[in-house]
């Protein structure tokens, strides 16, 4: 496990990498943060996908400004559908198939704010065999948008009001497009609950809206979640 900066076209970004014991190559998955930003969960997930075989990067797509300002531009990117972040991931990528120890073939996991991001690059020109993204807000034109996009293993919460209904509407576009997919929503799960963040590095305010919204850590979902997405990243990367 190390830490180092990759270069894209707006500066050095720091980013997380796990790697898996012994020789390479592997297959790898780009780990996408949620709002909290880089933090010892993302990067727990970052060595859990190397202990399943995946060369695994977490970069910090907050490192350009302060959190907030951040957060904003990821908003905006995301209705866009281009932008500072999606040049970030896409020069982590560029770095990753320059790596002698990667396989080439890719996937990518995403979280709240980056499950949505996720969904986004499964896109067919995105360059990615396998997305995962976890109660991220899918595309408005979910129908079009999914027409040609890489295999999808997506987890929702049952519990989550902010995406209420999200889990079906994705596996109906998935289905009509004929995308190979596994989605789920856990009934007893609201947003937030693949995310075990240590405590102090949550915002007050934001674990009191986490609260109120019955979300937070489950771990009963999140094994079952890490165990299907395991199963499907070895079906789509692995091969």
């Avoid at 040049?87 to 499950?115: H, P, S, Y």
């Avoid at 305010?205 to 850590?217: E, F, P, Q, S, T």
Wanted: proline share 6%; aromatic share 10%.
């Amino acid at each position: 496990m190390s830490e180092l900066m990759i270069t894209t076209p707006q500066g050095e970004m720091p980013a997380y990498v796990a790697r898996p014991a012994g020789d390479g190559p592997w297959p790898a998955v780009i780990v996408i943060h949620d709002i909290i930003g880089m933090t010892t969960d993302q990067k727990n997930h970052a060595d859990w996908l190397a202990s399943e075989g995946y060369l695994a990067v977490a970069p910090n797509l907050f490192y350009w400004g302060g959190k907030i300002k951040c957060v904003r531009s990821f908003f905006s990117q995301l209705t866009a559908r281009e932008g500072r972040s999606f040049d970030d991931i896409e020069a982590t990528r560029n770095w990753l198939l320059k790596q002698e120890d990667c396989t080439k073939k890719m996937g990518v996991i995403g979280f709240c704010m980056g499950g949505a991001f996720a969904l986004l690059l499964a896109a067919p020109n995105r360059g990615f065999s396998a997305a995962a993204p976890n109660y991220g807000q899918i595309p408005k034109d979910p129908d079009n948008f999914f027409a040609g996009a890489c295999p999808i293993v997506g987890s929702f919460g049952g519990k989550d009001g902010s995406l209420r209904g999200a889990a079906a509407q994705l596996k109906a576009a998935l289905t009509i497009n004929k995308v190979p997919h596994d989605i789920k929503e856990y009934p007893d799960a609201g947003h937030g609950f693949l995310n075990n963040h240590v405590r102090s590095e949550v915002p007050v305010l934001l674990r009191v809206m986490l609260k109120m919204m019955g979300g937070g850590y489950h771990k009963i979902s999140a094994d079952d979640a890490r165990h299907r997405i395991s199963d499907f990243f070895g079906i789509h990367l692995k091969s």
